[in-house]
């Protein structure tokens, strides 16, 4: 069974930095496309970074230059490194993983396999 666990939320002060992951089990990792999205309280879910399973990775325009997608094989996991947060960067944080490519990525109904979120809080 395809388990998604995220960790790493928090909360943080304007500027500053959080890394956040996502533990995946239950299915070959590399074969899969993984992606990170984000919601806030009456907001849609936004697509965040995808990372395709030969290892190619895009950005939303929301966190270029501040956001950076990666992955550890051997861990099976995969992590956003999120740098001089801004106070609307606050919302739950969750991962997804995709058997097939997602066309376009950004899309969350294209995703199979979801996490419960982490929280990420940023006070100005």
């Known amino acids: 069974q395809v388990q998604l666990v995220e960790s790493g939320g928090g909360s943080v002060h304007a500027g500053g930095s959080l890394r956040v992951s996502c533990a995946a089990s239950?299915?070959?990792?590399?074969?899969?496309?993984m992606a990170w999205f984000r919601q806030a309280p009456g907001k849609e879910r936004e697509g965040l970074a995808d990372l395709a399973s030969e290892g190619r990775s895009s950005n939303a325009d929301s966190g270029k230059g501040r956001f950076t997608v990666s992955q550890d094989l051997a861990k099976y996991t995969m992590y956003l490194q999120m740098n001089n947060l801004k106070p609307e960067d606050s919302a739950m944080y969750y991962c997804?993983?995709?058997?097939?490519?997602?066309?376009?990525?950004?899309?969350?109904?294209?995703?199979?396999?979801w996490g419960q979120g982490t929280q990420v809080t940023v006070s100005s």
């Open positions: 239950g299915y070959s990792f590399s074969t899969y496309c």
């Open positions: 997804a993983a995709a058997l097939n490519y997602p066309l376009p990525w950004i899309r969350s109904a294209n995703y199979d396999f």
